[in-house]
């Protein structure tokens, strides 16, 4: 019997132990005092209050003129100070305390109003009765920015970090317009103003940058958000009038007066956003 169980003892030892699966490893969290080797991609929307100074007096002093003719209504003089816009950011940590970037977006603001005829802007049919014409208007100032830039790393913790965001490049009008179109029992007419242009534009601003994304969401991908101020004038735009007589028309962007008109589209801009993280990973 002790032969027996020693004989036992002996082929157990003998047999190899099931083999145990290898651990899946864990991916470690980036390191967040660090930008180096980082690459990411960002995708952002953002809100500005440009200030288009000249834009909101030229409007401000049509208002009256074009009642004072026959009409009633005004056009929205203060809708210029919002804009709306987003856009497309990609960088690359090439130092521990910088990161390089390239930014492609844009942003825009409008303003527009109907003014209704009267006396001599309108007609009485014997049957409707008095037919008033309608005039539309509307201004649109959309803007495509190209922009390098570099983000310095200011303060790090575990979940979040902060950085200073320098941005130069350059900017074009992106289908800005200045239309009217008049309709109704006169007939329609209409008159409309291209305008295009470039200029250097320049952005400073502090981003705060989460590093923990939502494991529900089964994405590398993390939120953002910026605050900061672009400087951003255009001095020399070209205007192309057209209207529905056949009329073509190419020169400088006037006000009034016969000066050049400028584009002060500067001011604040608040950017919220979401992070992939492309080369490295981020907390659970």
């Not at 047999?15 to 470690?28: E, M, N, S």
């Not at 690459?39 to 100074?53: E, I, K």
């Not at 409707?128 to 390098?148: C, D, E, I, K, M």
């Not at 317009?177 to 029992?185: F, I, K, N």
Request: glycine content about 12%; hydrophobic content about 40%; overall charge neutral.
């Amino acid at each position: 019997m002790r032969r027996a169980v020693l004989v036992c003892a002996a082929w157990l030892a003998a047999v190899p132990a099931p083999a145990q699966p290898a651990p899946t490893p864990q991916p470690a969290g980036v390191p967040p005092d660090t930008y180096a080797q980082q690459l990411s991609v960002r995708l952002y929307g953002a809100a500005a209050q440009p200030d288009l100074y000249a834009a909101r007096v030229a409007i401000h002093d049509e208002n009256p003129a074009v009642r004072g003719a026959g009409w009633t209504g005004s056009i929205s003089e203060s809708s210029l100070r919002h804009a709306l816009g987003g856009g497309l950011e990609v960088s690359y940590g090439f130092l521990d305390d910088v990161k390089f970037l390239f930014d492609l977006g844009g942003f825009g603001s409008a303003a527009e109003g109907t003014f209704t005829g009267y006396g001599a802007n309108s007609v009485v049919d014997p049957v409707l009765g008095r037919l008033s014409q309608r005039l539309h208007r509307v201004n649109r100032y959309p803007v495509f920015a190209q922009t390098l830039g570099a983000t310095l790393l200011l303060r790090s913790f575990e979940w979040c970090r902060f950085g200073l965001t320098l941005r130069v490049g350059v900017c074009e009008l992106a289908g800005a317009t200045e239309r009217a179109e008049s309709s109704g029992p006169l007939g329609t007419s209409w008159t409309s103003r291209k305008l295009t242009g470039t200029a250097p534009a320049a952005f400073v601003g502090f981003e705060w940058e989460w590093l923990s994304t939502a494991a529900a969401l089964g994405l590398p991908m993390a939120g953002y958000a910026m605050l900061g101020y672009r400087q951003l004038q255009f001095t020399s735009v070209t205007a192309g009038t057209t209207d529905s007589t056949g009329l073509s028309l190419t020169g400088d962007y006037l006000n009034d007066d016969g000066t050049r008109r400028t584009l002060d589209l500067s001011g604040p801009e608040v950017r919220i956003g979401v992070q992939f993280a492309i080369s490295y990973a981020l907390t659970p």
